[in-house]
C-alpha cells in the first residue's frame, strides 16, 4: 500500500461553525490547488477540519466537528463554477475502502488508494449513510452512475434558522441541489394562515434574491387552544418559551397538536410554488431531548414514544412536516 505522505505544508483551515470555511489557496499549474492546514502530529490528525464527501456523483464540501484523519488533498480544488472538488483519475485507483475510526464519536472514511496517494475523504458519522455511500463512490468510479451527472444547483433557503439549515442540507444531500443559507430578513406579516405568511414573504423578496430560493414558515397547531399559537409559534417561542406553553397545558388531557410547514419556491422564471407537510402528535408535560430545535423537545410525533429532539435528525426528517414538504418540493425540482 502506497504510504501517507509526509506534511510539508502546514496552513491551517480557518474553521467555526458560523462561518464559512477559509482556504489557504496556491496556484498551480493554473488550478487552485487547496492545501489544508495540518496540526503537528504525524499521524494526520486535525482538529475541526472542512470534509469532502461523496454524494450521487459530486464531491461536496461540508464541516465536521471532532477530530478527523486526513491525507494528502492536494488534488482538490475549485471548478470554475466554485465548487470544491477533488481530481483523481479513475484509471489510477487501485483500490478503495471503507473505515470507521473511532475518537470521541466513530466516523467513517473512504480510503481510496492509487498509484501515487492515499485518499481518506471522511463521509460522515453514521454508519448505513456512509456504506451507501461507498457503494455509491465505487460504483460511480466504474462509470455506473444511477442518474446522469446533473449539474450542482445553489438554492437558497432564506432562514437565519440554523435547525432549519441542518434539515434542508440532511435532505437535499442526495440532490444535485445545494441548500444555500441566505439571512435576509423578510417581514413575517399578521395573517392568519402560514400559506399567506409564505406568500407575503415570496413576493416582497423577489428581486431582491437570485431565484430560485425558498422559503419555510412553520408552526405547532394545538387542538386544545384551536390551533394556537399556529402563525405565532415564533413569538410565542421567542416570548414565553417552552416553559410558558407547558404552563398553558398544564392539566390538560387533550393534547393533540400539528405541526406545519409551508415551504415557498421562487423559481428562476419567477414562478412561486407551494409545498405543504404535516405531522401529527402530541405534547408531552415535560422537556426531553437536547436535538432539534424550536418546539422539538415537548412534541412527539404519533408512532413514536420519543420527542422530535429524542429522535436523530433522519428520524425527525423521514416524518415530520418538513421532511414530507422538502420531499415534496425535491419531486418538483427533480421533475
Ligand atoms: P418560523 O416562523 O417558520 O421560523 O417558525 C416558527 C416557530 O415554530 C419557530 O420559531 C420554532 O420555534 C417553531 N418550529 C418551526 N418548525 C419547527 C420544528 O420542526 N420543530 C420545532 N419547532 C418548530
Not at 470555511?21 to 498551480?28: A, L, M, P, S
Not at 470521541?104 to 498509484?115: G, L
Amino acid at each position: 500500500m502506497t504510504p501517507e505522505r509526509e506534511w510539508d505544508v502546514a496552513d491551517e483551515v480557518e474553521w467555526g461553525i458560523e462561518e464559512d470555511i477559509v482556504w489557504e489557496e496556491t496556484d498551480e499549474d493554473e488550478e487552485t490547488i487547496l492545501e489544508l492546514r495540518n496540526d503537528s502530529q504525524p499521524s494526520f490528525f486535525v482538529r475541526k477540519f472542512a470534509v469532502v464527501w461523496w454524494r450521487n456523483g459530486f464531491y461536496k464540501a461540508g464541516k465536521v466537528d471532532g477530530l478527523i484523519r486526513v491525507t494528502p488533498t492536494r488534488t482538490l480544488f475549485f471548478d470554475e463554477k466554485g465548487k470544491l472538488r477533488l481530481s483523481i483519475n479513475n484509471s489510477d485507483i487501485k483500490e478503495i475502502k471503507l473505515h470507521e475510526h473511532e475518537s470521541d464519536f466513530s466516523i467513517f472514511y473512504n480510503e481510496i488508494i492509487t498509484n501515487k496517494e492515499v485518499y481518506d475523504i471522511t463521509t460522515g458519522v453514521d454508519k448505513a449513510q456512509s456504506e451507501q455511500n461507498h457503494k455509491d463512490l465505487k460504483s460511480a468510479i466504474s462509470g455506473n452512475y444511477d442518474a446522469p451527472l446533473k449539474e450542482i444547483v445553489d438554492l437558497q433557503i432564506v432562514t437565519s434558522n440554523e435547525g432549519k439549515i441542518k434539515e434542508f442540507i440532511s435532505i437535499f444531500g442526495k440532490t444535485n441541489f445545494n441548500p444555500v443559507k441566505t439571512n435576509i430578513d423578510y417581514p413575517e406579516i399578521q395573517a392568519s394562515s402560514l400559506e399567506e405568511v409564505v406568500d407575503f414573504g415570496l413576493s416582497w423578496l423577489q428581486g431582491k434574491i437570485k431565484p430560485p430560493f425558498v422559503i419555510d414558515d412553520a408552526g405547532a397547531f394545538i387542538d386544545n387552544l384551536q390551533g394556537f399559537p399556529g402563525v405565532y409559534s415564533r413569538y410565542v417561542y421567542d416570548t414565553i418559551g417552552l416553559e410558558g406553553v407547558l404552563k398553558q397545558m398544564e392539566n390538560v388531557e387533550e393534547r393533540q397538536c400539528i405541526f406545519r410547514c409551508v415551504l415557498g419556491l421562487m423559481t428562476e422564471s419567477g414562478e412561486k410554488h407551494r409545498f405543504v407537510g404535516e405531522c401529527k402528535g402530541t405534547l408531552i408535560d415535560e422537556q426531553r431531548g437536547d436535538r432539534g430545535f424550536g418546539y422539538d423537545p415537548i412534541f412527539i410525533p404519533e408512532g413514536f414514544d420519543k420527542t422530535f429532539a429524542e429522535l436523530t435528525s433522519e428520524e425527525k426528517n423521514s416524518i415530520s412536516h418538513r421532511g414530507i414538504a422538502m420531499r415534496k418540493l425535491i419531486d418538483f425540482l427533480l421533475k
